[in-house]
């Protein structure tokens, strides 16, 4: 299940105990709201009451938690983080929107190709490795010969299964090369099976 329909999931289920006013039922959902999203959300219990034991002059004291107000509290907090996430879906849908080649056409039966610029991707690639400071010169220059590889392989008018076959080696060389190297290399070889 999807992080978003997960977290409607849960607002959902909040929305049906507040709408009763179980008590019990808050108690118990306030704990799974907490185990689910406590490493999602900052600082997810500030705020909740809870049931305060306390030893003095060997008396106990306590106060109730009031679960029903807790879980008013938490829904709030989840549509918040909802609305976080649906907002990064929303930007990463929009970049790649912007990546996509759009096909129009006209009455004439002329047929109009806009692409990226993918000289400019490669390019930014071979910036972001030459801008990193952790690798070495030899590092360098052969991440920037991969590139160059895929670059070649992307302009070439070769099949999607020749292409992949020229991209499994540099698939295969990234394994042992780590992340950083893979985020920027992955999308490219992902472009170059794209394009035909």
Known sequence: MEQIEFTEDFISKIEDILKYKNEEKARKMQSKVIAAFQNDISKLDQGLSYNIRNINNRNFY????NYIDNLELLKCKLESYLAKLKSEKNKTISVKKNETTFNINNTNNNTNNNTIDMKFVFDEARKTIDENESLEDHQIEEI????????TIFNSEDSKKDKWSKCREIHLWIANKGVFIATIIVPLIA???QNK
């Open 144 to 151: 920037k010969d991969k590139i160059t590889e895929l670059e």
């Open 191 to 193: 472009k170059c099976l």
């Open 62 to 65: 306590s106060s109730s938690a």
